[in-house]
Protein backbone atom coordinates (compact mmCIF):
# COMPACT_ATOMS: atom_id res chain seq x y z
CA UNK A 1 0.00 0.00 0.00
CA UNK A 2 1.59 3.45 -0.63
CA UNK A 3 1.25 6.13 2.13
CA UNK A 4 1.66 9.48 1.55
CA UNK A 5 2.80 11.87 4.33
CA UNK A 6 3.20 16.14 3.88
CA UNK A 7 6.39 16.61 6.34
CA UNK A 8 6.34 19.80 8.27
CA UNK A 9 8.37 22.91 7.58
CA UNK A 10 10.45 21.95 10.15
CA UNK A 11 11.43 19.06 8.90
CA UNK A 12 11.36 20.86 5.53
CA UNK A 13 13.75 23.09 6.53
CA UNK A 14 16.26 21.14 6.98
CA UNK A 15 15.79 18.96 3.80
CA UNK A 16 18.07 18.46 1.09
CA UNK A 17 18.11 20.03 -2.51
CA UNK A 18 16.58 23.59 -1.46
CA UNK A 19 17.82 25.28 -4.72
CA UNK A 20 16.44 26.49 -8.01
CA UNK A 21 15.99 23.82 -10.34
CA UNK A 22 18.02 23.83 -13.31
CA UNK A 23 16.71 25.23 -16.78
CA UNK A 24 16.63 28.49 -19.41
CA UNK A 25 16.97 31.37 -16.96
CA UNK A 26 15.61 35.11 -17.89
CA UNK A 27 17.84 37.51 -18.65
CA UNK A 28 17.62 39.60 -15.06
CA UNK A 29 19.16 42.91 -17.20
CA UNK A 30 16.81 42.52 -20.13
CA UNK A 31 13.21 43.69 -20.18
CA UNK A 32 10.37 41.60 -18.83
CA UNK A 33 6.98 41.78 -18.25
CA UNK A 34 5.33 43.81 -14.82
CA UNK A 35 4.74 40.64 -12.45
CA UNK A 36 6.90 38.05 -13.74
CA UNK A 37 9.42 36.55 -11.50
CA UNK A 38 12.67 35.63 -11.86
CA UNK A 39 15.69 34.11 -9.50
CA UNK A 40 18.63 34.88 -9.05
CA UNK A 41 20.37 32.04 -6.58
CA UNK A 42 18.15 32.43 -3.58
CA UNK A 43 17.26 35.81 -4.20
CA UNK A 44 13.35 36.50 -5.95
CA UNK A 45 13.40 39.46 -8.49
CA UNK A 46 10.43 40.63 -9.67
CA UNK A 47 9.72 42.87 -12.68
CA UNK A 48 9.27 46.80 -11.67
CA UNK A 49 9.20 49.49 -14.88
CA UNK A 50 10.40 46.56 -17.23
CA UNK A 51 13.81 45.16 -15.32
CA UNK A 52 13.95 42.96 -13.02
CA UNK A 53 14.72 44.32 -9.32
CA UNK A 54 15.78 42.34 -5.77
CA UNK A 55 12.54 41.44 -3.65
CA UNK A 56 13.62 39.01 -1.13
CA UNK A 57 15.36 36.57 -0.21
CA UNK A 58 14.08 33.83 0.32
CA UNK A 59 14.59 31.09 3.30
CA UNK A 60 14.55 27.96 1.46
CA UNK A 61 13.99 27.60 -2.17
CA UNK A 62 12.94 30.10 -5.05
CA UNK A 63 11.68 28.81 -8.05
CA UNK A 64 10.74 30.32 -11.32
CA UNK A 65 7.32 31.48 -11.91
CA UNK A 66 6.30 30.22 -8.32
CA UNK A 67 8.63 32.69 -6.15
CA UNK A 68 9.86 31.44 -2.93
CA UNK A 69 8.51 28.39 -1.85
CA UNK A 70 9.18 25.58 0.75
CA UNK A 71 10.97 23.53 -1.81
CA UNK A 72 11.59 22.90 -5.43
CA UNK A 73 8.47 21.12 -7.13
CA UNK A 74 9.49 17.14 -7.77
CA UNK A 75 13.31 17.31 -6.19
CA UNK A 76 14.03 15.16 -3.98
CA UNK A 77 15.74 12.18 -2.47
CA UNK A 78 15.31 8.58 -1.52
CA UNK A 79 14.96 7.74 1.92
CA UNK A 80 15.73 3.92 1.57
CA UNK A 81 12.53 2.47 -0.17
CA UNK A 82 10.46 5.86 0.76
CA UNK A 83 10.72 9.19 -1.85
CA UNK A 84 10.82 12.06 0.32
CA UNK A 85 9.61 14.44 -2.51
CA UNK A 86 8.53 18.04 -3.21
CA UNK A 87 5.15 18.27 -4.21
CA UNK A 88 4.41 19.94 -8.11
CA UNK A 89 3.44 23.56 -6.58
CA UNK A 90 6.83 23.77 -3.86
CA UNK A 91 4.53 23.84 -0.56
CA UNK A 92 5.91 20.71 1.15
CA UNK A 93 6.95 17.30 0.95
CA UNK A 94 5.46 14.06 0.57
CA UNK A 95 6.87 10.97 1.68
CA UNK A 96 5.72 7.93 -0.78
CA UNK A 97 6.81 3.90 -0.16
CA UNK A 98 7.82 2.61 -3.49
CA UNK A 99 6.17 -0.55 -3.17
CA UNK A 100 7.74 -3.52 -5.11
CA UNK A 101 4.56 -5.13 -5.86
CA UNK A 102 4.37 -2.75 -8.14
CA UNK A 103 7.36 -3.12 -9.29
CA UNK A 104 8.82 0.07 -8.38
CA UNK A 105 12.65 1.11 -6.52
CA UNK A 106 13.56 4.55 -5.58
CA UNK A 107 15.25 6.59 -7.50
CA UNK A 108 16.91 10.12 -7.31
CA UNK A 109 13.99 11.17 -5.10
CA UNK A 110 11.19 9.62 -7.31
CA UNK A 111 9.15 6.20 -6.98
CA UNK A 112 10.09 4.89 -11.25
CA UNK A 113 9.89 1.71 -12.48
CA UNK A 114 6.71 0.75 -14.99
CA UNK A 115 4.13 1.51 -13.30
CA UNK A 116 5.38 4.97 -11.85
CA UNK A 117 2.22 7.23 -12.19
CA UNK A 118 5.00 9.82 -14.84
CA UNK A 119 5.35 5.82 -16.47
CA UNK A 120 1.56 4.90 -17.26
CA UNK A 121 -0.22 8.63 -17.65
CA UNK A 122 -3.42 8.53 -16.92
CA UNK A 123 -6.05 6.26 -18.50
CA UNK A 124 -7.34 2.51 -17.84
CA UNK A 125 -4.52 0.65 -18.16
CA UNK A 126 -2.87 1.09 -14.94
CA UNK A 127 -0.94 -1.34 -11.82
CA UNK A 128 -3.35 -0.60 -8.52
CA UNK A 129 -7.02 -1.46 -8.97
CA UNK A 130 -9.48 -1.90 -6.12
CA UNK A 131 -11.35 -4.86 -7.03
CA UNK A 132 -15.25 -4.26 -5.17
CA UNK A 133 -18.16 -6.56 -4.76
CA UNK A 134 -21.90 -4.64 -5.09
CA UNK A 135 -24.92 -6.01 -4.07
CA UNK A 136 -26.26 -9.00 -6.23
CA UNK A 137 -28.71 -11.49 -6.27
CA UNK A 138 -27.07 -13.84 -7.76
CA UNK A 139 -26.83 -17.38 -6.38
CA UNK A 140 -23.66 -17.89 -4.18
CA UNK A 141 -22.54 -20.60 -7.06
CA UNK A 142 -21.65 -18.45 -9.53
CA UNK A 143 -18.71 -16.31 -8.94
CA UNK A 144 -17.17 -12.92 -8.90
CA UNK A 145 -14.04 -12.64 -11.14
CA UNK A 146 -11.72 -9.86 -12.42
CA UNK A 147 -10.39 -10.86 -15.90
CA UNK A 148 -6.12 -8.85 -15.78
CA UNK A 149 -4.84 -8.61 -19.22
CA UNK A 150 -1.19 -7.75 -19.90
CA UNK A 151 -0.94 -5.19 -22.12
CA UNK A 152 3.10 -4.53 -22.30
CA UNK A 153 6.04 -6.82 -23.53
CA UNK A 154 7.03 -8.24 -20.55
CA UNK A 155 5.27 -10.96 -17.92
CA UNK A 156 3.22 -9.17 -14.78
CA UNK A 157 3.32 -10.53 -11.83
CA UNK A 158 -0.01 -10.07 -10.26
CA UNK A 159 -0.84 -10.29 -6.33
CA UNK A 160 -4.39 -9.78 -4.60
CA UNK A 161 -5.41 -9.34 -0.71
CA UNK A 162 -7.90 -8.03 1.32
CA UNK A 163 -11.74 -8.43 0.69
CA UNK A 164 -11.78 -11.05 3.63
CA UNK A 165 -9.62 -13.38 1.76
CA UNK A 166 -6.79 -14.97 4.14
CA UNK A 167 -3.61 -15.30 2.24
CA UNK A 168 -2.63 -13.57 -1.02
CA UNK A 169 -3.50 -14.68 -4.09
CA UNK A 170 -0.57 -14.69 -6.81
CA UNK A 171 -0.51 -15.26 -10.56
CA UNK A 172 1.35 -14.37 -13.63
CA UNK A 173 0.07 -13.34 -16.53
CA UNK A 174 2.18 -13.00 -19.87
CA UNK A 175 2.25 -10.31 -22.65
CA UNK A 176 -0.71 -10.09 -24.27
CA UNK A 177 -2.71 -12.55 -22.55
CA UNK A 178 -5.60 -12.66 -19.70
CA UNK A 179 -6.13 -13.88 -16.81
CA UNK A 180 -9.92 -14.40 -15.12
CA UNK A 181 -9.31 -14.91 -11.20
CA UNK A 182 -11.98 -16.14 -9.65
CA UNK A 183 -12.81 -14.29 -5.94
CA UNK A 184 -15.09 -15.31 -3.29
CA UNK A 185 -18.29 -13.41 -2.61
CA UNK A 186 -18.13 -10.98 0.66
CA UNK A 187 -20.68 -9.05 2.88
CA UNK A 188 -20.55 -6.79 -0.21
CA UNK A 189 -23.13 -9.22 -1.69
CA UNK A 190 -25.68 -8.22 0.62
CA UNK A 191 -27.43 -11.37 -0.58
CA UNK A 192 -26.30 -14.92 0.16
CA UNK A 193 -28.36 -17.90 -0.95
CA UNK A 194 -27.60 -21.22 -3.12
CA UNK A 195 -30.15 -22.71 -5.10
CA UNK A 196 -32.03 -21.30 -7.54
CA UNK A 197 -32.27 -17.36 -8.11
CA UNK A 198 -35.30 -15.64 -6.82
CA UNK A 199 -34.14 -14.33 -3.45
CA UNK A 200 -31.99 -14.06 -0.48
CA UNK A 201 -33.59 -16.82 1.90
CA UNK A 202 -33.93 -14.38 4.35
CA UNK A 203 -30.16 -13.34 4.53
CA UNK A 204 -30.24 -9.88 2.35
CA UNK A 205 -28.44 -7.46 4.01
CA UNK A 206 -31.34 -4.22 3.82
CA UNK A 207 -28.54 -1.54 5.89
CA UNK A 208 -25.84 0.18 4.65
CA UNK A 209 -22.56 -1.36 5.00
CA UNK A 210 -19.29 -0.20 5.44
CA UNK A 211 -16.86 -3.46 5.02
CA UNK A 212 -13.36 -2.65 6.42
CA UNK A 213 -10.96 -3.89 4.09
CA UNK A 214 -13.93 -4.87 2.26
CA UNK A 215 -12.39 -3.93 -1.45
CA UNK A 216 -9.67 -6.46 -3.00
CA UNK A 217 -6.72 -4.82 -3.50
CA UNK A 218 -4.94 -5.98 -6.78
CA UNK A 219 -1.26 -4.85 -7.76
CA UNK A 220 0.60 -5.60 -10.62
CA UNK A 221 4.45 -5.27 -11.43
CA UNK A 222 3.95 -3.99 -14.99
CA UNK A 223 0.80 -2.19 -16.62
CA UNK A 224 -2.22 -4.07 -16.80
CA UNK A 225 -6.20 -3.50 -17.91
CA UNK A 226 -8.73 -4.96 -14.90
CA UNK A 227 -12.54 -5.91 -15.56
CA UNK A 228 -14.56 -7.05 -13.17
CA UNK A 229 -17.66 -9.74 -13.36
CA UNK A 230 -20.12 -10.08 -10.90
CA UNK A 231 -20.58 -13.03 -11.80
CA UNK A 232 -17.86 -14.10 -14.70
CA UNK A 233 -20.20 -17.12 -15.95
CA UNK A 234 -23.85 -17.03 -17.13
CA UNK A 235 -24.26 -20.29 -17.00
CA UNK A 236 -22.96 -22.92 -15.03
CA UNK A 237 -24.31 -27.07 -14.24
CA UNK A 238 -27.29 -26.60 -16.69
CA UNK A 239 -28.25 -23.39 -14.68
CA UNK A 240 -28.28 -19.78 -15.29
CA UNK A 241 -27.25 -16.63 -13.28
CA UNK A 242 -29.75 -14.51 -13.99
CA UNK A 243 -28.41 -11.67 -13.33
CA UNK A 244 -24.88 -9.77 -13.55
CA UNK A 245 -23.19 -6.87 -15.24
CA UNK A 246 -19.60 -6.10 -15.53
CA UNK A 247 -17.38 -3.07 -14.93
CA UNK A 248 -14.32 -1.56 -16.29
CA UNK A 249 -11.85 -0.57 -12.96
CA UNK A 250 -10.30 2.82 -13.17
CA UNK A 251 -6.43 2.36 -11.64
CA UNK A 252 -5.80 4.32 -8.40
CA UNK A 253 -3.40 6.44 -10.47
CA UNK A 254 -6.15 7.69 -12.28
CA UNK A 255 -9.06 8.47 -9.14
CA UNK A 256 -9.85 11.41 -8.17
CA UNK A 257 -12.16 13.28 -5.20
CA UNK A 258 -14.79 14.44 -6.99
CA UNK A 259 -17.28 12.13 -8.65
CA UNK A 260 -21.10 12.22 -9.97
CA UNK A 261 -23.27 9.45 -9.37
CA UNK A 262 -25.35 7.42 -11.87
CA UNK A 263 -27.28 4.86 -11.14
CA UNK A 264 -31.05 3.54 -11.29
CA UNK A 265 -34.38 3.46 -9.34
CA UNK A 266 -35.46 0.86 -6.52
CA UNK A 267 -37.80 -1.57 -7.89
CA UNK A 268 -40.84 -2.90 -6.84
CA UNK A 269 -41.64 -6.12 -8.54
CA UNK A 270 -44.79 -8.08 -8.58
CA UNK A 271 -44.41 -10.01 -5.16
CA UNK A 272 -44.48 -6.45 -3.33
CA UNK A 273 -40.39 -6.58 -2.49
CA UNK A 274 -38.36 -4.11 -3.34
CA UNK A 275 -34.88 -4.01 -5.26
CA UNK A 276 -32.20 -2.00 -4.10
CA UNK A 277 -30.35 1.15 -6.18
CA UNK A 278 -26.70 1.29 -4.95
CA UNK A 279 -23.73 3.22 -4.40
CA UNK A 280 -20.18 1.82 -3.34
CA UNK A 281 -17.52 4.11 -2.57
CA UNK A 282 -13.76 2.64 -1.99
CA UNK A 283 -10.65 4.08 -0.54
CA UNK A 284 -7.34 3.49 -0.99
CA UNK A 285 -5.93 5.63 1.53
CA UNK A 286 -6.09 5.54 5.28
CA UNK A 287 -8.23 8.80 7.14
CA UNK A 288 -10.11 9.75 3.83
CA UNK A 289 -12.82 12.40 4.57
CA UNK A 290 -15.75 12.18 2.47
CA UNK A 291 -18.97 14.52 1.91
CA UNK A 292 -21.35 12.59 0.52
CA UNK A 293 -24.50 14.86 -0.86
CA UNK A 294 -27.04 11.96 -1.80
CA UNK A 295 -30.12 12.29 -4.06
CA UNK A 296 -31.84 10.14 -2.10
CA UNK A 297 -32.55 8.69 1.73
CA UNK A 298 -30.23 5.89 2.70
CA UNK A 299 -31.24 3.33 5.97
CA UNK A 300 -28.13 3.62 7.19
CA UNK A 301 -26.16 0.78 9.41
CA UNK A 302 -23.76 0.20 12.47
CA UNK A 303 -21.20 1.78 10.57
CA UNK A 304 -22.89 4.22 8.45
CA UNK A 305 -24.85 6.61 9.08
CA UNK A 306 -28.76 7.69 7.32
CA UNK A 307 -27.94 9.47 4.39
CA UNK A 308 -30.85 12.51 3.97
CA UNK A 309 -31.44 13.62 1.02
CA UNK A 310 -29.60 16.46 -0.33
CA UNK A 311 -28.08 17.07 2.87
CA UNK A 312 -24.08 16.61 2.95
CA UNK A 313 -23.21 13.96 5.20
CA UNK A 314 -19.50 13.18 6.10
CA UNK A 315 -17.62 9.81 6.07
CA UNK A 316 -14.01 9.08 6.77
CA UNK A 317 -12.30 5.33 5.09
CA UNK A 318 -9.22 3.69 5.56
CA UNK A 319 -7.42 2.04 3.10
CA UNK A 320 -9.83 -0.58 1.49
CA UNK A 321 -12.64 0.02 3.44
CA UNK A 322 -15.69 -0.11 1.48
CA UNK A 323 -19.06 1.77 2.03
CA UNK A 324 -22.01 0.56 0.34
CA UNK A 325 -25.15 2.70 0.15
CA UNK A 326 -28.55 1.67 -0.85
CA UNK A 327 -32.03 3.10 -1.39
CA UNK A 328 -35.24 1.39 -1.41
CA UNK A 329 -37.20 4.52 -2.37
CA UNK A 330 -35.43 6.33 -4.55
CA UNK A 331 -32.65 6.57 -6.88
CA UNK A 332 -28.72 7.88 -6.18
CA UNK A 333 -28.43 9.56 -9.75
CA UNK A 334 -27.36 13.23 -9.28
CA UNK A 335 -25.59 12.77 -6.22
CA UNK A 336 -22.28 14.09 -5.59
CA UNK A 337 -19.37 12.80 -3.80
CA UNK A 338 -16.36 14.67 -2.51
CA UNK A 339 -12.94 13.47 -0.85
CA UNK A 340 -10.08 15.10 0.11
CA UNK A 341 -7.97 11.95 -0.90
CA UNK A 342 -8.62 9.97 -4.35
CA UNK A 343 -11.72 7.01 -4.12
CA UNK A 344 -13.53 4.82 -6.36
CA UNK A 345 -17.05 5.50 -7.18
CA UNK A 346 -19.27 2.42 -8.35
CA UNK A 347 -22.72 3.17 -8.65
CA UNK A 348 -25.51 0.56 -9.89
CA UNK A 349 -28.57 -1.61 -8.63
CA UNK A 350 -29.18 -4.66 -7.18
CA UNK A 351 -31.31 -6.34 -9.64
CA UNK A 352 -34.14 -4.15 -11.55
CA UNK A 353 -36.46 -4.57 -14.42
CA UNK A 354 -34.54 -1.47 -17.48
CA UNK A 355 -37.62 -0.01 -17.87
CA UNK A 356 -39.63 -0.86 -14.33
CA UNK A 357 -42.72 -2.57 -17.29
CA UNK A 358 -40.30 -4.72 -19.02
CA UNK A 359 -39.23 -7.81 -17.96
CA UNK A 360 -36.40 -9.36 -16.87
CA UNK A 361 -34.98 -8.38 -13.79
CA UNK A 362 -30.65 -8.00 -13.85
CA UNK A 363 -27.45 -6.46 -11.78
CA UNK A 364 -25.87 -2.92 -12.75
CA UNK A 365 -22.84 -1.78 -12.39
CA UNK A 366 -20.29 0.71 -13.21
CA UNK A 367 -17.43 2.92 -12.14
CA UNK A 368 -17.98 6.55 -12.88
CA UNK A 369 -15.05 8.46 -14.25
CA UNK A 370 -13.44 11.28 -12.29
CA UNK A 371 -15.94 15.13 -12.90
CA UNK A 372 -11.94 15.61 -13.76
CA UNK A 373 -11.89 13.72 -16.92
CA UNK A 374 -15.53 14.38 -17.57
CA UNK A 375 -16.63 16.30 -20.96
CA UNK A 376 -19.22 18.13 -23.25
CA UNK A 377 -19.24 15.83 -26.00
CA UNK A 378 -20.82 12.18 -26.35
CA UNK A 379 -21.48 9.83 -29.42
CA UNK A 380 -24.42 7.67 -27.99
CA UNK A 381 -25.14 4.46 -29.70
CA UNK A 382 -27.68 1.71 -28.69
CA UNK A 383 -26.35 -2.26 -28.54
CA UNK A 384 -26.65 -4.60 -31.32
CA UNK A 385 -28.74 -7.68 -31.52
CA UNK A 386 -28.31 -8.72 -35.48
CA UNK A 387 -29.32 -12.29 -35.04
CA UNK A 388 -32.80 -11.03 -33.86
CA UNK A 389 -32.85 -8.09 -36.53
CA UNK A 390 -31.71 -5.18 -34.32
CA UNK A 391 -28.91 -4.81 -36.18
CA UNK A 392 -28.46 -1.09 -36.10
CA UNK A 393 -29.23 -1.05 -32.11
CA UNK A 394 -32.22 -2.36 -29.50
CA UNK A 395 -33.89 0.06 -27.80
CA UNK A 396 -32.09 1.36 -24.51
CA UNK A 397 -32.32 4.13 -21.79
CA UNK A 398 -30.02 7.13 -21.74
CA UNK A 399 -29.16 9.07 -18.87
CA UNK A 400 -27.70 12.96 -18.66
CA UNK A 401 -26.34 13.91 -15.78
CA UNK A 402 -25.17 17.26 -15.02
CA UNK A 403 -22.65 18.67 -12.96
CA UNK A 404 -23.36 22.65 -13.35
CA UNK A 405 -26.65 24.80 -12.98
CA UNK A 406 -27.64 25.98 -16.76
CA UNK A 407 -26.77 22.72 -18.14
CA UNK A 408 -28.16 22.88 -21.81
CA UNK A 409 -28.33 19.96 -24.51
CA UNK A 410 -27.77 19.87 -28.27
CA UNK A 411 -28.14 16.44 -30.15
CA UNK A 412 -27.27 16.06 -33.97
CA UNK A 413 -29.24 14.17 -35.59
CA UNK A 414 -32.52 16.00 -33.21
CA UNK A 415 -33.80 13.55 -31.47
CA UNK A 416 -37.56 13.99 -31.14
CA UNK A 417 -38.69 14.40 -27.79
CA UNK A 418 -35.34 14.61 -25.81
CA UNK A 419 -35.04 17.16 -22.73
CA UNK A 420 -32.46 20.23 -23.79
CA UNK A 421 -32.14 21.23 -20.51
CA UNK A 422 -30.82 19.35 -17.33
CA UNK A 423 -32.30 20.41 -13.93
CA UNK A 424 -29.85 22.23 -11.61
CA UNK A 425 -28.43 18.86 -9.57
CA UNK A 426 -30.25 16.81 -11.40
CA UNK A 427 -30.28 14.57 -14.42
CA UNK A 428 -32.47 14.13 -17.95
CA UNK A 429 -33.47 10.43 -19.19
CA UNK A 430 -34.21 9.47 -23.00
CA UNK A 431 -36.23 6.47 -23.21
CA UNK A 432 -36.67 2.46 -25.90
CA UNK A 433 -34.44 4.89 -27.69
CA UNK A 434 -32.28 3.00 -30.30
CA UNK A 435 -31.28 5.97 -32.79
CA UNK A 436 -27.34 6.88 -32.61
CA UNK A 437 -26.73 10.86 -32.39
CA UNK A 438 -24.40 12.84 -30.57
CA UNK A 439 -24.91 15.29 -27.82
CA UNK A 440 -23.13 18.14 -26.80
CA UNK A 441 -23.66 20.05 -23.50
CA UNK A 442 -22.38 23.97 -22.40
CA UNK A 443 -20.90 22.41 -19.31
CA UNK A 444 -19.75 19.11 -18.64
CA UNK A 445 -22.33 15.86 -17.99
CA UNK A 446 -21.89 12.51 -17.32
CA UNK A 447 -23.83 10.10 -19.31
CA UNK A 448 -24.90 6.67 -18.70
CA UNK A 449 -26.55 3.73 -21.11
CA UNK A 450 -29.05 0.82 -19.91
CA UNK A 451 -29.83 -1.61 -21.82
CA UNK A 452 -33.89 -3.38 -21.90
CA UNK A 453 -34.59 -6.34 -20.92
CA UNK A 454 -34.93 -9.36 -22.78
CA UNK A 455 -38.80 -8.65 -23.56
CA UNK A 456 -37.83 -5.63 -25.36
CA UNK A 457 -36.97 -7.77 -27.94
CA UNK A 458 -34.34 -9.84 -28.92
CA UNK A 459 -34.99 -13.30 -27.22
CA UNK A 460 -31.57 -12.29 -25.41
CA UNK A 461 -29.83 -10.26 -22.65
CA UNK A 462 -31.26 -8.54 -19.90
CA UNK A 463 -30.61 -4.99 -18.07
CA UNK A 464 -26.59 -4.05 -18.60
CA UNK A 465 -25.51 -0.33 -17.79
CA UNK A 466 -22.29 1.57 -19.29
CA UNK A 467 -20.99 5.00 -18.92
CA UNK A 468 -20.39 6.90 -22.34
CA UNK A 469 -16.83 7.72 -23.17
CA UNK A 470 -16.08 11.39 -24.05
CA UNK A 471 -14.75 11.77 -27.50
CA UNK A 472 -11.76 13.75 -25.93
CA UNK A 473 -10.74 11.07 -23.90
CA UNK A 474 -10.96 8.55 -27.44
CA UNK A 475 -7.53 6.69 -27.73
CA UNK A 476 -5.90 5.38 -31.21
CA UNK A 477 -5.18 1.93 -29.39
CA UNK A 478 -7.05 -0.72 -26.74
CA UNK A 479 -6.56 -4.07 -25.33
CA UNK A 480 -9.46 -5.38 -23.82
CA UNK A 481 -11.75 -8.56 -22.73
CA UNK A 482 -14.73 -10.60 -23.74
CA UNK A 483 -16.16 -13.27 -21.95
CA UNK A 484 -16.06 -16.09 -24.51
CA UNK A 485 -18.68 -18.03 -22.36
CA UNK A 486 -21.31 -15.94 -23.26
CA UNK A 487 -23.66 -16.78 -26.48
CA UNK A 488 -22.16 -13.71 -28.52
CA UNK A 489 -20.36 -10.29 -27.92
CA UNK A 490 -19.79 -7.18 -29.27
CA UNK A 491 -17.66 -4.21 -29.87
CA UNK A 492 -19.40 -1.10 -30.82
CA UNK A 493 -16.71 1.21 -32.25
CA UNK A 494 -17.15 4.96 -32.70
CA UNK A 495 -15.04 6.74 -34.97
CA UNK A 496 -14.19 9.84 -37.11
CA UNK A 497 -15.89 9.39 -40.61
CA UNK A 498 -13.16 7.84 -42.67
CA UNK A 499 -10.95 6.49 -39.94
CA UNK A 500 -9.39 2.95 -40.66
CA UNK A 501 -9.53 0.25 -37.31
CA UNK A 502 -7.84 -3.04 -37.06
CA UNK A 503 -9.32 -5.69 -34.80
CA UNK A 504 -6.83 -8.08 -34.21
CA UNK A 505 -4.65 -7.16 -36.80
CA UNK A 506 -7.35 -7.14 -39.80
CA UNK A 507 -9.34 -4.04 -40.89
CA UNK A 508 -13.44 -3.98 -39.63
CA UNK A 509 -14.99 -4.66 -42.28
CA UNK A 510 -18.71 -3.99 -40.87
CA UNK A 511 -20.10 -0.82 -41.91
CA UNK A 512 -19.89 2.43 -40.37
CA UNK A 513 -22.84 4.15 -40.57
CA UNK A 514 -22.38 8.00 -40.30
CA UNK A 515 -24.17 9.97 -37.15
CA UNK A 516 -25.92 12.84 -38.36
CA UNK A 517 -23.27 15.19 -39.13
CA UNK A 518 -21.60 14.67 -36.38
CA UNK A 519 -18.35 13.66 -38.07
CA UNK A 520 -18.53 10.55 -36.32
CA UNK A 521 -19.78 6.95 -37.59
CA UNK A 522 -20.47 3.67 -35.32
CA UNK A 523 -20.29 0.06 -36.28
CA UNK A 524 -20.80 -3.21 -34.42
CA UNK A 525 -18.74 -6.30 -34.71
CA UNK A 526 -19.11 -9.58 -33.60
CA UNK A 527 -16.35 -10.64 -31.54
CA UNK A 528 -14.88 -14.49 -32.40
CA UNK A 529 -15.44 -16.45 -28.93
CA UNK A 530 -12.27 -18.67 -30.02
CA UNK A 531 -9.35 -18.05 -28.07
CA UNK A 532 -9.12 -16.35 -24.15
CA UNK A 533 -10.98 -13.59 -25.07
CA UNK A 534 -8.95 -11.03 -25.61
CA UNK A 535 -8.75 -8.23 -28.23
CA UNK A 536 -6.64 -5.45 -29.53
CA UNK A 537 -7.56 -2.67 -31.10
CA UNK A 538 -5.54 0.29 -33.31
CA UNK A 539 -7.03 3.01 -35.46
CA UNK A 540 -4.99 5.67 -37.66
CA UNK A 541 -7.56 8.24 -35.60
CA UNK A 542 -8.79 8.30 -32.27
CA UNK A 543 -11.67 6.20 -31.88
CA UNK A 544 -13.84 4.22 -28.70
CA UNK A 545 -15.57 1.64 -27.59
CA UNK A 546 -17.87 -0.26 -25.94
CA UNK A 547 -17.71 -4.30 -25.00
CA UNK A 548 -21.04 -6.12 -24.41
CA UNK A 549 -22.17 -9.92 -24.16
CA UNK A 550 -25.82 -11.75 -24.08
CA UNK A 551 -27.12 -14.90 -22.43
CA UNK A 552 -30.45 -15.63 -21.57
CA UNK A 553 -31.78 -13.45 -19.25
CA UNK A 554 -28.41 -11.92 -18.68
CA UNK A 555 -25.81 -9.80 -20.37
CA UNK A 556 -22.63 -6.89 -19.44
CA UNK A 557 -22.22 -3.96 -20.95
CA UNK A 558 -18.82 -1.98 -20.13
CA UNK A 559 -16.92 0.76 -22.31
CA UNK A 560 -13.41 -0.99 -23.53
CA UNK A 561 -11.35 1.74 -22.32
CA UNK A 562 -10.39 5.81 -22.35
CA UNK A 563 -8.50 8.08 -21.10
CA UNK A 564 -8.79 9.68 -18.05
CA UNK A 565 -6.82 13.31 -18.50
CA UNK A 566 -7.98 16.22 -16.84
CA UNK A 567 -10.48 18.27 -18.94
CA UNK A 568 -10.70 21.86 -18.23
CA UNK A 569 -14.04 23.25 -16.72
CA UNK A 570 -15.67 25.34 -19.63
Same mark, same amino acid.
Given at each position: MRTLVFASLLVVACSPNHHQPPGDQPDAMGSCTAGQMHCEGMVLQTCVDGQFKDDQTCAYACVESLGCQVCAPNVGECQGSVAHTCNASGTGYTDTNCDPLLGETCDG??????????????????CEYYPTITGNEVDDNFAFAVAVSNTSTDPADVTIDGGGIGAPIKFTVQPGDVKAQPLPWNDLKLCHANGSFGGCGGTQNKNDYLAAKGAFHLRSNRPVTVYQFSPLDYGTGGSFSYTNDA??????????GSYVVAAYPAWTFSGGGVYPGLMTITASKDNTHL???SKTTTPGGPSSPVMMQNIPTDVTLNAGDALELQTYAGDFTGSLVSADQPVQVIGGHDCTFVPPTIG?? =???????????????? @???? /? &?????????????????IVGTAAGTKLTYDPPQVGAPTVVPNGGFVEIKNNKESFFVSANHKVLVSQYMEGQDAG???? =????????AVDQYRM? @???? /? &?????????QITAPVGATVMLD??????????????????????LSNAGTGNHSMTGDMPFGIQVYGYGQYTSYWYPGGLNLVDIPVN
Open positions: GLCTGPCAPQQIGKSYIGSLLIPVNAWTTIIYC =DHLEESMFPVETLSTK @YVIA /A &PSVPAAGFENGKVEVVRGNTG =DPAMAIAVS @YLFH /A &PTNYEVNYVGAAVTDTFTPIGSSGFAVARTK
